[in-house]
C-alpha cells in the first residue's frame, strides 16, 4: 500500500468528519470531556472552511492510499503567535492526528508528521519547532512521538472543582 499526504480541500470536509469521530472516540477512552459534543460536525466544517482551506497559518493533512484515495489518517495543524512574555517565538501545534486504527504502525503517522513538519518551514511561517499535546495515559501516542524525534517538553496538571 502506497501513502500520499496532502492539504485537505472543502469538498473534504464531511469525509474528515468521519476520522474526527473516530479521534474523539479514540480520546474519550483516556478522558471523557473528548467525547464528540452535540453541534460538533456543523461547528468543525464551519471552523474548516473558515479557518484551515487555503489559509496560510491553518491546514488540515490527510494521508490517503495510493489505491483507492481512502482517507487513512488526519492532522491539523496551526501556527501559534509570539507570547507576550516569554521568548517563546511563533511556532507550529498540531491541535489533533489520527490515524485510523486499522491502519496504525504502517508509517502513516511519519507521513502526517513529516508533511507537517515541511508546512510548517515554508515561507510564510518559517517556524522553528511546533508541539502536540498528548493525553496522560497515551502511551502508544508518546512513544510514536518520541520515537519520530519529538521530545516531551510540558506537563499540564488540573484540578477539578
Known sequence: MGIRTRHATEADGEEILALWHGFTSYLSRFDERYEHSDQADERWLQYFEN???DSKYGTVLLAENDDDDEFLGV????VM???PIFRL???GYINGMYV???HRRK????HLLNGAAEWFT???RDV???RIDVLAGEEDAAAMLESHGLEPVEHVYEQRL
Do not use: C, M
Not at 492532522?75 to 496551526?78: G, Q, S, W, Y
Open 81 to 83: 503567535g509570539d507570547h
Open 122 to 124: 515554508e515561507d510564510p
Open 128 to 130: 522553528e519547532f511546533y
Open 107 to 110: 508509517g502513516i503517522a511519519s
Open 51 to 53: 479557518q484551515l482551506v
Open 89 to 91: 517565538a511563533n511556532h
Open 75 to 78: 492532522l491539523e495543524a496551526r
Open 100 to 102: 485510523r486504527e486499522d
